[in-house]
């Protein structure tokens, strides 16, 4: 985004559209980042905790990924007037991470 303010590259309305959802998609994020580095960066963390501390569900990673798209596509658009297809779809990959998930917690 700094980039993009400091080149002037998109008009002031869609920059501020583009800013709104980057501040929702953070909200989210910040759930994804502790299970970050709390269970997959530092396995001394207790695998429960960091779930409860997070408090993400499975909508919410869904949620992110279309929000992600949604912004990379509106950026996309307002500086070369075109979009990316997003054709490869992660849906099974999202699944069985959160398959593995469960299996790895259930383990424990």
Do not use: Y
Request: proline content about 3%; some cysteine.
């Amino acid at each position: 985004m700094k980039l993009i303010k400091q080149h002037n590259l998109l008009p002031s309305p869609e920059l501020s559209e583009i800013e709104e959802d980057c501040a929702k998609a953070k909200i989210i994020w910040k759930k994804i980042n502790i299970l970050r580095n709390e269970v997959f960066a530092h396995t001394l963390i207790q695998f429960d905790e960091s779930f409860d501390k997070a408090r993400i569900t499975p909508d919410e990673i869904r949620d992110l990924i279309q929000m992600i798209k949604s912004i990379i596509n509106k950026i996309t658009h307002g500086i070369k007037k075109n979009i990316h297809a997003f054709n490869v779809c992660a849906g099974k990959d999202t699944l069985q991470m959160l398959e593995d998930l469960k299996t790895f917690a259930d383990s424990r």
